[in-house]
């Protein structure tokens, strides 16, 4: 649930003011029966209950200091509780019923918005943000056979800084913005793929890491009618992802943060040939990344790997009349092969009607 207000105050602030409540329950039961379809549910032999509920208030000022200037000030409130813990059976000997857990903080942010000329502005951003363990993340047991992986019910939330500064350039029909970039994460909550012990088989598990930080910067061009008719819009993220501290693993430090990659670049070109017909053309890449924090996972072409890739993809969109569209679409044109975790689809060819009331 949430509510959302604002109002305009002495002219040069606009005041907002927010507030919000979720709640998530995990019930999640295994049981012995020999038949899974219409026999009974027979003894029970693994179960995952738990709740957490969060309750938030947010506020902030959009204070036009000058004409050129605005300041932005705001901060949210958050009040966190895990309860209803059960994890049956557990691997060790101790009681199945887990204890109830509470957490709160403060989460303030600061953003200045300057125009120092005609169809310039920069924009300077800082953050903090708080990342409460999930119920899943906090009580979902997954048992391979007759062995068990209990999760850490004792998972801390994450706390990360983040700050930016873009600097924009607008014209007729385009755009270019720069962005510089950076986030420090303490006790980030990373999932974690590995071996099941005595196993073959992969499961994922959550974990703290001790902090992790992102430098990096983003380009993003966007221009209509570069050439008669035709549009392009493009953009291209440098990140440097590592993991900074990790007491618990030391060989992970200085590694890249899991599914997170070095280099990312999209490319969208379209020709729009009359009012009803536009064509157009697309690319996506990334460059490879790794599923484990210690970046053990070198081999990405196989299930359960990571790899980059170069994916491109078209698409036609003709206007019948005011109100239908016929769209016609080929995704990963070049039939690219390649895997996140699981194969991704190969050459896909897709037809679309829109009818607009």
Request: hydrophobic share 40%.
């Amino acid at each position: 649930l949430d509510a959302h207000g604002f109002i305009r105050a002495a002219g040069v602030h606009k005041l907002h003011a927010g507030a919000h409540y979720d709640a998530f329950t995990l019930r999640s039961r295994r049981f012995a029966t020999a038949d899974w379809l219409s026999g009974p549910p027979g003894t029970l032999t693994q179960e995952s209950l738990g709740k957490t509920r969060t309750l938030a208030l947010w506020g902030d000022d959009e204070w036009g200091v000058a004409p050129d200037l605005m300041l932005t000030l705001g901060a949210r409130y958050e009040w966190w509780k895990a309860y209803g813990g059960r994890i049956f059976p557990l691997s060790a000997p101790a009681s199945a019923d887990q204890p109830s857990r509470s957490a709160q903080g403060l989460s303030p942010k600061a953003s200045l918005h300057w125009e120092p000329a005609k169809h310039w502005t920069a924009t300077l951003s800082i953050g903090r943000a708080l990342r409460f363990p999930t119920v899943s993340e906090l009580y979902q047991s997954v048992a391979v056979g007759t062995q068990q992986r209990s999760p850490d019910p004792n998972l801390r939330s994450e706390k990360a800084w983040s700050g930016e500064l873009a600097v924009e350039r607008s014209s007729a029909g385009g755009r270019v913005r720069l962005s510089l970039f950076h986030e420090s994460i303490a006790d980030a909550l990373i999932s974690q793929t590995s071996p099941f012990p005595g196993t073959q088989t992969s499961v994922s598990f959550v974990q703290n890491i001790g902090r992790t930080r992102t430098n990096g910067a983003e380009l993003v061009v966007e221009k209509r009618d570069v050439l008669p008719h035709f549009d392009l819009t493009g953009s291209f993220t440098l990140a440097d992802p590592k993991i900074a501290s990790n007491p618990g693993f030391p060989a992970a430090v200085g590694k890249l943060i899991p599914q997170v990659p070095g280099r990312k670049a999209t490319l969208v070109a379209t020709w729009r040939a009359n009012d009803r017909l536009s064509l157009t053309m697309a690319a996506r890449y990334s460059s490879r990344l790794f599923g484990t924090i210690n970046n053990a996972d070198i081999v990405g072409h196989t299930y359960q790997g990571f790899e980059g890739y170069f994916v491109a993809d078209a698409r036609m969109l003709y206007r019948v009349t005011p109100h239908m569209e016929l769209a016609a679409g080929v995704e990963n044109l070049t039939d690219k092969r390649y895997f996140l975790f699981h194969p991704f689809p190969g050459r896909t060819v897709t037809a679309e009607i829109h009818w607009h009331l």
